[in-house]
């Protein structure tokens, strides 16, 4: 309260200047009648009294300016002795202006490169027509699983227009263009509009071009693809691109700045009708229906929950006379403004990311702190002086502040230079390092800075000068004036406790974030050996359009290096299979598993082992017959302790308009994973027979060798047949590795603030250390004529760096065992407690605590008793 | 305005007007009467000059004003020390004192 009182009286005082200059005029009248009053009283007349009355004031316009400036010119003034004060001081220690603001422009670097990223997805609001009342549209069946939306029911829903005053549809594809994957999104007629983006050339898609489906062959490039794949090159405008063996006709360029609405900017628009004939994936699962992501804009003065409940009460309506997976009772509304929306909850989930880029900071800061505190000790002469001479404390911790502040300056310019270079560095590591086959697949945001990360970095920067300068201004302050003026200055102030905290803090957070480094890096490296329930190695799945399958299917079986070409309606690591309700009749569970169409030999070529009975015959799966093979969990799930084979199961569809189908269990085989790598592999899954020359859309090949040499093989032999590059071909292990990159990222992220914490400790301890043996010299002195060995001696030392760092890294362990549990409740593959990265991460900070100690130990053995005595 | 005339009357006066309100809450006008009786006129100033004195104080946080009503039942503004005007006071009088004393064993010592 007072340390606030000391620092804000001058703020306020300019704050309420106004105020205070009609105040004093009042004050000054009253005065002057008072003394008229007075004059008058003694027998005076009135003029006299008066004339008087002034005289005895003096001049009245001066005093009263005088008075005026007193109040403010003292703050700005006093600002402006310190400011001068302090840069006179700075110029006199350089090494240490440099090297605060060097520590504290790391910690605000790696806080400002954490918030650009945040800023970018989760905060911008998109440059289109009012972002905030934008809201997408999410279908939930009655278990609560989200369902996409069908075209027919997102024409029912914009005819009946329950909630939103205009809405789009749309589809994302991904298709490949000369071996390069390009992004595009298939959007309904009035997306343009309805967003206000104009274009940057020519013309965007409009409703008439989204009117039949199957027609409107065209294409809007984004205006950042425009510049990447065309060079800026304005006469593309009106040329044919072609895409998946159609053409389009390329008619504009959407405005600059417009990314579309989502995490990931596309670089095509094409009118929604063109989904189906730009998606393969549709053509092998028989859905040929696109799965549909809606927006709308809020009908104004509606609130998104009375929305939800219109939208919700119009879905079960619309859905109720389908069968029971189909029917859709819920509707919930996701904000749409940003790129990413995180809801409190969520924004609580992330924030020990957060929280971990501010402990460097934290740590930093601490360092800082410690210097700070050393040099007001070096300073006892100055400062007690000051003090006998009668300046108040609170301006002397003001004067402080100002130096903090000041240097708290360059530190945000270099912190935010930092963050630049972090993120530069960062992108084109993650390009770098992501595995080649999906860097194409990769788009990011802009990160470019705003307004908001300005504000940030200057706050951050405010906050932690408060946070470094604060403590010691006060603690080195309290002198006392008594023993100052007698010369007895090193007795006044013994900040030990203080500076031990500090000390103490920075162990604890570096030993948080390393063992969680740790953590997280073991994590990743058990997930690298998943089971995943097949063989991954020496497997290709090729994804090639509809009309070059066969082309493509005969090349491949003619591969010497090709042992075995299956097929399967959906492939390894692609996402969940498609869930369907299985029923096992009549006297048996139901369970929602996973189901797939695979070819007979999938199974071998997969290596999934059979676990009771047989898979499909060849002409089984010719012929499509109502055959089921299920997996272990399936089985135990529907006929707990029975034997299934033989049994019949019902399989309710996936798809709109179709009723449930009956199958014949005629095997079991092992559990796979069935969805992304790191899935659990007991959710059920069934699979039935398809045949190698059907249409399913991927085609699985197993390799005679698991070399590299395979996979080039097939690719020359693929890319002849398709010049264009729209065959996608990618090894199992690709696709795992692409899958754990994430993970990978978080250990590296994980590591380098660990190795950053750790330096910055290490130095921390060191500077302390050092700073306390010039402190005791004179004590070691003593010790050493008593006759210690230079041993003892460096014990001593090292024994006060040891101790502390002890304490700290049990309670670093203590809040990683919190901050593991946090983590292992969200990802499987971390357990709770990970004996083996607690122990090394707490090894290697006591071993920094001893490195750092070790320097000023043998400073202090080195003392010179005679010299260390006389001074 | 000369520099060290008035520095040294800033100074003084400033001490004066702390050590008046040590007694309790005054306003301006209250101060330059109480100046008058207690020095018994022996002080020569314009009373206007108590005014800056005030602000200066109020803008270290030695006193502190509020408006209220004088003893004629008029608007007027009073002013409080305050407790670290009153640290300020005591340091200011030590000062002063040293101040004093060495100026006499200097001046005595001739």
């Keep these: 309260m007072r340390i606030w009182r000391m620092l804000t009286v001058p703020l306020r005082s300019l704050v309420r200047r106004r105020a205070t200059d009609d105040e004093l005029d009042e004050e000054i009248r009253y005065h002057l009648e008072r003394d008229v009053e007075r004059r008058m009283a003694g027998g005076e007349s009135e003029t006299e009294a008066r004339r008087a009355a002034r005289r005895d004031f003096g001049n009245v316009t001066a005093l009263t300016e ?47 490169s954490a918030f650009t990223i945040f800023d970018a997805y989760v905060l911008r609001l998109f440059d289109v027509r009012d972002p905030r ?25 914009a005819r009946a227009n329950p909630a939103f005053s205009e809405s789009f549809a749309s589809v994302w594809i991904i298709a490949r263009r000369d071996g390069e994957p390009v992004m595009l999104q298939a959007v309904t007629g009035g997306f343009f509009r309805m967003l206000g983006v104009g274009p940057a050339l020519g013309r965007l898609i409009q409703p008439d071009d989204a009117a039949t489906p199957g027609g409107g062959a065209i294409l809007v490039l984004s205006h950042r693809a425009w510049l990447a794949r065309f060079g800026g090159d304005s006469s593309i405008v009106g040329t044919a691109l072609t895409i998946r063996d159609r053409s389009y006709q390329i008619v504009g360029v959407a405005r600059e700045g417009f990314d579309g609405l989502g995490d990931t900017p596309p670089d095509f628009w094409v009118p929604i009708t063109m989904a189906a004939a730009l998606d393969d994936r549709a053509a092998g699962s028989g859905a040929d229906d696109p799965m549909l992501k809606v927006v709308g804009r809020l009908v104004p003065g509606m ?4 929305a939800a409940r219109a939208l919700s009460a119009w879905a079960s309506a619309a859905t109720a006379d389908r069968p029971e997976p189909e029917r859709a009772p819920t509707v919930t509304l996701e904000p749409r403004a940003t790129a990413l929306y995180m809801s409190p909850a969520t924004m609580l989930e992330v924030s020990p990311l957060f929280v971990a880029f501010a402990l460097v900071l934290v740590i930093a800061c601490a360092n800082v702190a410690n210097m700070m505190l050393a040099r007001g000790m070096a300073r006892q002469r100055e400062l007690g002086i000051r003090l006998a001479l009668g300046a108040a404390r609170g301006r002397l911790v003001r004067q402080l502040m100002t130096e903090a502040l000041l240097l708290a300056v360059p530190a945000a310019f270099v912190g935010y230079a930092l963050s630049r270079l972090a993120l530069d560095v960062a992108v084109t590591l993650m390009f770098a390092t992501v595995p080649a086959t999906f860097s194409s697949y990769l788009r990011v945001l ?27 201004a006060l603690q080195t302050t309290r002198t006392n004036v008594v023993g100052a003026t007698r010369g007895e200055f090193s007795t006044a102030i013994r900040p030990t406790r203080l500076r031990n905290a500090l000390v103490l803090g920075q162990v604890t957070f570096c030993a948080l974030l390393l063992i969680t480094g740790t953590v997280l890096l073991r994590g990743a490296q058990r997930l690298q050996s998943l089971d995943v329930g097949f063989r991954t190695a020496g497997v290709v799945q090729v994804h090639a359009p509809q009309a070059l399958r066969s082309r493509v299917l005969e090349r491949l079986q003619s591969d010497p290096v090709v042992r075995a070409v299956e097929t399967s309606s959906h492939g390894a690591f692609d996402g969940r299979f498609p869930q369907r309700v299985v029923t096992g009749a009549p ?4 369970a929602t598993a996973g189901s797939v169409r695979v070819s007979p030999g999938y199974f071998a070529a997969l290596g999934i082992p059979v676990r009771r009975g047989r898979t499909f015959s060849a002409e089984e799966a010719r012929s499509e017959e109502r055959l089921a093979v299920v997996s272990e969990a399936t089985a135990e799930r529907l006929w707990p302790g029975r034997d299934p084979i033989g049994a019949t199961i019902t399989l309710s569809s996936a798809y709109v308009g179709q009723t449930g189908q009956r199958a014949r269990v005629i095997g079991v085989v092992g559990n796979v994973v069935a969805g992304f790598y790191g899935e659990r592999m007991d959710h059920p899954t069934v699979y039935e027979p398809g045949s190698v020359e059907s249409n399913l859309p991927t085609l699985v090949v197993a390799t005679r060798s698991e070399g590299p040499s395979s996979l080039v093989s097939i690719q020359r032999r693929l890319s002849s047949i398709d010049p264009s590059g729209s065959i996608e071909i990618r090894t199992l292990d690709e696709s795992v590795a692409v899958q754990l990159y994430p993970f990978r990222a978080a250990h590296w992220v994980a590591s380098a603030l660990g190795a950053i914490a750790l330096l910055l400790t290490i130095t921390g301890i060191y500077g302390v250390l050092s700073f306390v043996v010039a402190l005791r010299e004179k004590e070691i002195g003593i010790r050493c004529a008593l006759g210690a060995t230079s041993r003892a001696i460096i014990e001593l030392v090292v024994r006060q760096s040891i101790r502390l760092a002890a304490i700290g890294v049990v309670v670093g362990a203590l809040l990683a065992l919190g901050a593991s549990r946090f983590i292992s409740s969200h990802l499987t593959m971390i357990p709770a407690f990970d004996a083996v990265a607690f122990g090394s991460g707490m090894v290697i900070v006591l071993a920094a605590a001893l490195a750092a100690a070790f320097g000023p130990a043998r400073r202090a053995a080195s003392v010179e008793v005679v010299e260390s005595l006389r001074n | 305005m000369s520099d060290a005339k008035t520095d040294l009357l800033q100074g003084t006066l400033d001490l004066i007007v702390l050590r008046l309100l040590r007694s309790g809450p005054a306003n301006g006008w209250d101060i330059t009467q ?28 030695f006193v502190k004003a509020e408006w209220g009503t004088s003893d004629n039942n008029r608007r007027a503004r009073y002013y409080e020390l305050t407790a670290a005007g009153r ?17 006499g064993l200097i001046l005595d010592a001739g």
């Design chain 1, 66 to 112: 005088e008075a005026r400036s007193a109040s403010r010119m003292d703050a700005i003034e006093q600002l402006m002795q310190d400011t001068r004060f302090a840069v006179r001081s700075f110029r006199r220690a350089p090494r240490f202006a440099l090297t605060v603001v060097l520590t504290i422009g790391l910690g605000l670097g790696l806080v400002t």
């Design chain 2, 34 to 61: 109480s100046i008058q009786v207690v020095s018994k006129g022996a002080l020569e100033i314009n009373y206007g000059s108590v005014y800056p004195a005030l602000r200066r104080l109020e803008a270290r946080g």
């Design chain 1, 133 to 157: 009342s934008l809201f997408e549209m999410r279908l939930h069946d009655q278990w609560g699983r989200e369902r996409y939306m069908r075209w027919n029911e997102y024409r029912a829903l």
């Design chain 2, 87 to 103: 640290k300020q006071l005591a340091a200011e009088r030590d000062a002063w004192e040293r101040f004093a004393t060495a100026l």
């Design chain 1, 303 to 306: 609130t998104p929950a009375g």
């Design chain 1, 587 to 590: 006297n048996a569970g139901s």
């Design chain 1, 446 to 472: 802009p990160l470019g800075p705003d307004i908001r990360l300005f504000a940030f970095v200057v706050a951050c920067a405010v906050v932690a000068a408060v946070v470094f300068g604060l403590a010691p």
